[in-house]
């Protein structure tokens, strides 16, 4: 058998290991048979204890294999094909995911104003109180992603005015989520604070940013909007013939709120990784990292050096940042040497 080298980064939260409870889970689930397609009782009792941790048991809970699934599964529900979704300048949906909000959703994007990741009220503003004719697309759902792809954060209140505006305006509100679990830990606040304060419709909560092999969940909070989910999950590719495997996983982050300590975790490496290298001459650090990962310009030559030995990606190559993320496994050790790199990669610089 082929072995994986033992090499670590900060590549991607995708890239690191998966928690051994949840690999302890989904051994557990594997004895006798059970129904496929999420006919069994296993994964109805671990859909319901998800809904119920995010403080709306009577919520629906949709497994599925990936975020960008969630997503695009998400705005199928939501939207009818003269509507749109708004979102951010920075949104997976609209950079990340090879256009298949318009391919596979049939379904336009609309960009907000954006800063720092975030979509401004006064742009969204701008957006839903625009007259609307039968010529232009009409806004139907907004967006956002918690934490966002910059690693920044909507406060609480910010969630509030932008759903109160969209729900004002007959939008419905969709959470990519895919590191919701790291927004709820950095802003200390617990999941259904959260989703009330974004009065959330339809949620992409993440689960392999967080410590399991794969497995997304799309929760429906809006009960209009479940008929045809069981349908259209499947027509869009996402439905898991073997779905206790992927409830399996979930039931392990839900587990004495093993998501919880995961995100927290990931959250503190990304500090402590921020604290390390700020001040350290040739290293600016353009973002504080609000949940997990941090974002910095360095010399060009010190980022080569550095990535010989760790996995990271440059996140715009017109300005030479980089993001370096981390994760539920990342160690203090991971930190430290990382951070002994960066200073002797700078100063040969
Ligand atoms: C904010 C956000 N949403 C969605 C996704 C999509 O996840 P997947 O790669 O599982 O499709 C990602 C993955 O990087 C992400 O960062």
């Not at 005015?161 to 950095?186: K, M, P, Q, W």
Request: aromatic fraction near 6%; hydrophobic fraction near 50%.
């Amino acid at each position: 058998m082929t072995t994986v080298g033992a090499r670590r980064g900060f590549a991607s939260d995708n890239a690191a290991t998966v928690h051994p409870r949840v690999l302890d889970a989904i051994a557990a689930a594997n004895a006798g048979h059970a129904f496929g397609y999420g006919h069994d009782p296993y994964t109805h009792e671990v859909e319901r204890r998800l809904a119920a941790a995010l403080g709306a048991p009577d919520a629906s809970v949709f497994f599925v294999f990936n975020g960008s699934g969630a997503n695009v599964l998400s705005l199928r529900t939501a939207l009818r094909p003269w509507e749109a979704a708004i979102v951010s300048a920075n949104a997976h949906l609209h950079t990340d995911e090879v256009g298949a909000p318009e391919a596979v959703a049939g379904v336009k994007l609309l960009i907000a104003e954006t800063e720092d990741g975030r979509v401004t009220l006064d742009g969204v503003r701008r957006m839903v109180e625009r007259p609307n004719d039968e010529h232009a697309v009409k806004p139907g759902l907004l967006s956002l992603t918690q934490a966002t792809e910059l690693g920044t954060l909507y406060s609480l209140d910010e969630l509030r005015a932008l759903s109160e505006l969209a729900h004002a305006h007959g939008l419905r509100v969709h959470v990519d989520g895919a590191r919701f679990a790291n927004a709820a830990a950095a802003l200390g606040v617990a999941l259904p604070e959260l989703v009330a304060a974004a009065g959330i419709d339809l949620l992409s909560f993440g689960g392999t940013k967080n410590g399991l092999m794969l497995g997304e969940a799309v929760v429906v909070f809006d009960e209009s909007l479940v008929p045809g989910m069981l349908h259209l999950r499947k027509q869009t590719l996402q439905l898991s013939s073997k779905m206790r495997y992927i409830a399996a996983q979930f039931d392990a982050l839900l587990s004495d709120d093993l998501w919880l300590a995961n995100a927290s975790h990931a959250n503190a490496m990304a500090l402590r990784l921020c604290d390390a290298v700020s001040g350290v001459p040739g290293v600016m650090v353009t973002r504080a990292p609000a949940a997990n990962a941090v974002f910095a310009i360095l010399p060009r030559a010190a980022r080569e050096r550095l990535q010989q030995e760790f996995d990271f990606y440059e996140w715009d190559d017109v300005t030479g940042e980089v993001r370096w993320m981390c994760s539920w496994d990342t160690t203090e050790g991971d930190i430290d040497e990382f951070a002994a790199a960066v200073r002797t990669a700078v100063a040969g610089a």
